[in-house]
């Protein structure tokens, strides 16, 4: 999971503060050593962590902290804001043109996930803002890039131009923008050629599309995954583009955190959007204050809430958060969320953006069962249950439960053990919903 090594890190070296009532400067200097240890671990730029480390320092040390009250907690929110600042401090919007279309050029190492984002960018704006994107095939290079993105282009009901793989792709970006005022497109995705690394006829050619193109955004796209590494191509493709934003894919994977952190810093440029998934919608603003928070291992709430919004009928929805408020979520209510998880990306994505889980054992032991074959045999068993059983959950007794797993296909202990999750999911998801803000700040001061 994402940053988790970097989460246990932080979260152990600042409760170690907590531990002592009153906070010396030497255990401040120790706390610092721990943190910028944790920092390295995770692949985070020497610079970056230099300069962070003696921003907390300066912040932290002195009267008004060291003397203060409860100075564990303040210096937690010192470290807190500080890695907000690091990634930028606000999220920025995409360029506008001021006449359209807005064009918006894709670029990046092969493999980063160009085409994907291209492909989730423009269904987010046709989803948000009505829009009539087209999509410009320019990648000759990678087999299949264009084969993709026509895929891509087809599910998400967005035109895809192509000239194939024989033409230059500075022709097949004019010829493209031609098309796109020819059907009137607002915005004007270019997926241009990747490399597996930076060389100079690569970034030639790109040069001469912007020329061309002149773009009002150039969006590279880096894989987190690829730590260190990334801030380097970051710096790389800046040098020579000017890039206008980034984007962060597979934020979803096993990454450390390295690039997320130092990105912002190296480059001075904005992370604009971050993917979390391979899903056409796996693709979210990025807001550097939520995640530092989920960094620090304190949820990301708002990105869940607004997720969940998205897809979701809103009175239904305000009526399942009352009923998990109140801990009378039922069977029904669990149906309908299915469904929903499945729209939001998957139980994981979803439980690790709730305060205190991204390290929780239990809810790693939880994601280890729930596979998409498991979910339909959830399915099949609450499909198994009558109206009275979904409403009460608690009168499914031993033979209702024999019944449930004859009607369902499916053995006796899977029954057993999903009801048992039902439980624990329930008294969860009541606690999270009880909790929001109020339960950060608790969290902030328990650290
Ligand atoms: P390109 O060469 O830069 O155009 O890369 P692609 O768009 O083909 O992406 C490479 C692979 O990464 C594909 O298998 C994508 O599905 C995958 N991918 C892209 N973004 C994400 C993401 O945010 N999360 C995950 N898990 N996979 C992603």
Redesign the pocket.
């Given at each position: 999971m994402a940053f988790e090594g970097l989460t246990e890190r932080l979260q152990s070296a600042l409760s170690g503060l907590r531990r002592k009532g009153k906070v010396s400067e030497s255990d401040l200097r120790d706390t610092m050593r721990e943190i910028r240890m944790a920092l390295l671990e995770a692949d985070v730029n020497f610079g970056v962590v230099k300069d962070f480390v003696r921003d907390v320092r300066e912040k932290a040390a002195g009267e008004k902290v060291l003397e203060g009250l409860n100075p564990a907690q303040q210096i937690v929110k010192i470290v807190n804001d500080e890695l907000t600042k690091m990634m930028g401090e606000q999220d920025v919007p995409l360029n506008q043109s001021p006449k359209i279309p807005t064009v918006i050029m894709m670029v990046?190492?092969?493999?980063?996930?160009?085409?994907?984002?291209a492909g989730k960018l423009a269904l987010k704006l046709k989803n948000e803002k009505n829009a009539r994107p087209l999509m410009i095939a320019a990648?000759i290079y990678?087999p299949a890039?264009i084969d993709?993105l026509e895929t891509l282009g087809q599910q998400i009901d967005v035109p895809v131009f192509s000239m194939g793989t024989d033409a230059d792709p500075r022709e097949i970006v004019r010829q493209g923008l031609i098309r796109a005022n020819e059907i009137k497109a607002d915005y004007v995705f270019i997926?241009a050629a990747?490399r597996l690394q930076i060389d100079e006829a690569l970034m030639q050619e790109l040069a001469d599309i912007k020329d061309i193109a002149e773009p009002n955004e150039i969006l590279l796209?880096v894989d987190a995954m690829t730590g260190q590494n990334a801030t380097e191509t970051a710096e790389g493709f800046n040098n020579r583009l000017g890039i206008t934003g980034v984007v962060l894919?597979?934020?979803?994977?096993d990454t450390r955190g390295g690039a997320a952190l130092s990105i912002r810093a190296v480059t001075q440029k904005p992370i604009k959007f971050v993917?979390?998934?391979?899903k056409m919608t796996?693709l979210d603003t990025f807001y550097p204050d939520r995640m530092a928070s989920r960094i620090l291992g304190m949820g990301d709430l708002l990105t869940l809430i607004e997720r969940a919004q998205k897809d979701v009928d809103e009175e239904k929805a305000a009526a399942q958060a009352e009923k998990m408020r109140q801990n009378t979520f039922d069977f029904n209510d669990f149906i309908d969320q299915m469904e929903q998880v499945s729209n939001m990306g998957g139980i994981e994505s979803i439980m690790k953006m709730l305060p205190g889980m991204a390290n929780n054992p239990q809810v790693a032991a939880m994601q280890a069962q729930m596979d998409p074959k498991q979910i339909d045999h959830i399915k099949a068993i609450v499909m198994s249950m009558t109206p009275q059983e979904r409403e009460q959950p608690e009168i499914i007794n031993p033979s209702r439960r024999r019944r449930l797993a004859a009607g369902a296909g499916r053995p006796i202990v899977e029954v057993n053990r999903m009801l048992k999750q039902f439980n624990e999911m329930k008294t969860m998801m009541s606690k999270a919903m009880n909790g929001n803000t109020a339960q950060m700040e608790q969290m902030m001061g328990a650290l």
């Open positions: 990046g190492l092969q493999g980063a996930g160009k085409t994907t984002t990648d990678r890039a993709q997926d990747g796209v894919t597979k934020l979803d994977g993917g979390q998934g391979e796996d």
